[in-house]
């Protein structure tokens, strides 16, 4: 008997294997060590779709390549809504650019026709790419330079999916979740000097922590004394 592509994949995996679940079950399902693992809640962080409202403010974070992709991600920043069930400076990712060897005028193009008629506060982008930065500029799309900081950014992307105040809607950031549930610490992160490093493409979650960290995070009102 011929065994098929499913059944291949099923041996080749193992049926119980996290990859085998999460990309041929359909299953939404972290790699043990994942980085966000203990954070991330799709029953949480995963909203259906609606029309962002023309008043909120949306930004964008960029990461650069060529060779490896080129990622925007576009945020609204929310006002609180019944209706919507929105909070006021929720951070709703509703749109995703990735893609691989294009030219900076073309992902200039695309960032630009994809954002026509919406509210772009600010964009930022990777500082490290002066040149790149300066070139969208010059292509008409005014970035500025993002906060880097791994640690606190990692530290604050968490922060805001275990409150909510971070979110995606629904299919319009696949890259984005694909790389978030792949991404996990290196195996030898309790090393000495080695608790920062991880495995897996980073692309998307370089440019998810550039966005978080251009916002300050929301505090809970002040409780005044009776």
């Not at 709703?92 to 691989?100: C, N, V």
């Not at 409150?163 to 992160?189: A, H, I, Q, V």
């Not at 966005?211 to 009102?221: D, K, T, Y």
């Given at each position: 008997?011929q ?11 193992g049926?119980d ?5 999460e990309?041929?079950?359909g ?5 043990h060590g994942?980085?966000?693992g203990?954070?991330?809640?799709p029953?949480?962080n995963?909203?259906e779709?609606f029309d962002i409202p023309p ?5 964008r ?5 060529y060779?490896?992709p ?9 006002e609180?809504s019944?209706?919507?069930r929105t909070?006021?400076n929720e951070?709703i990712?509703?749109?995703e ?7 900076m005028a ?6 630009k026709?994809r954002s026509?008629?919406e509210?772009?506060?600010y ?5 490290s790419e002066q040149q790149?930065i ?6 008409g ?7 880097r900081?791994r640690?606190a950014?990692?530290?604050?992307v968490g ?6 105040y971070l ?10 979740l694909r790389e ?9 992160k309790?090393?000495e ?12 979650m370089?440019a ?5 960290m251009?916002r300050?995070?929301?505090r809970?009102?002040?409780r005044?004394?009776v």
């Amino acid at each position: 008997k011929q065994v098929g592509w499913f059944e291949q994949l099923a041996i080749f995996y193992g049926e119980d294997h996290p990859a085998f679940r999460e990309q041929y079950l359909g299953e939404w399902t972290f790699y043990h060590g994942t980085v966000y693992g203990h954070d991330f809640d799709p029953d949480r962080n995963v909203i259906e779709p609606f029309d962002i409202p023309p008043e909120w403010r949306r930004m964008r974070g960029i990461d650069f390549g060529y060779r490896d992709p080129f990622v925007c991600l576009w945020a609204a920043l929310a006002e609180d809504s019944a209706r919507l069930r929105t909070r006021r400076n929720e951070m709703i990712l509703y749109r995703e650019h990735y893609q691989s060897g294009r030219s900076m005028a073309e992902h200039a193009a695309i960032m630009k026709r994809r954002s026509e008629g919406e509210q772009i506060v600010y964009t930022v982008a990777d500082s490290s790419e002066q040149q790149s930065i300066a070139d969208l500029r010059r292509l008409g799309v005014p970035a500025m330079d993002a906060n880097r900081d791994r640690r606190a950014g990692r530290m604050l992307v968490g922060d805001l999916f275990r409150s909510g105040y971070l979110k995606f809607m629904r299919g319009t950031c696949p890259n984005t979740l694909r790389e978030l549930s792949f991404y996990r610490w290196d195996r030898d992160k309790d090393k000495e000097g080695a608790k920062e490093l991880t495995i897996g493409d980073d692309h998307a979650m370089d440019a998810l922590r550039y966005a978080v960290m251009s916002r300050p995070q929301p505090r809970p009102p002040e409780r005044r004394a009776v």
